[in-house]
Nanobody
């Protein structure tokens, strides 16, 4: 499988960005899909996941501001980020795993497929 992220960039605090992850090699509707991020000098953090059944889970830090969605026809995953904060800055990674249980926890060890990431910088 191949995951390619795009849509990162710079934004002001309070602004919005939309990330995309185009997938090839497998069908996203049959995988647990998600987004992780890593800020400089910090461990990566699970942001959100969406299961095969459409159930979603969000990190407390992004609840009410970020929305994960997927377009099965386009085999593409999205992350809509609103009301951005400086602490949202980091490299955002699209992740995937065929194991349904991967979506039970925002744990990096659950995901076997990772994209190369896209950088998000939020200035206050």
């Amino acid at each position: 499988g191949h995951l390619v992220e795009s849509g990162g960039g710079s934004a002001q605090a309070g602004g919005s960005l939309r990330l995309s992850c185009v997938v090839s090699g497998f069908t996203i509707s049959t995988y647990c899909m998600g987004w992780f991020r890593q800020a400089p000098g910090k461990d990566d953090e699970g942001v959100t996941v969406v299961g095969r059944d459409g159930r979603v889970k969000y990190a407390d830090s992004v609840k009410g501001r970020f929305t994960i969605s997927k377009d099965n026809a386009r085999n593409t995953l999205y992350l809509e980020m609103n009301n951005l904060k400086a602490e949202d800055s980091g490299r955002y990674y699209c992740v995937a795993d065929p194991w349904a249980g991967a979506c039970l926890l925002l744990h990096r060890g659950n995901f076997g497929l990772w994209g190369k990431g896209t950088q998000v910088t939020v200035s206050s």
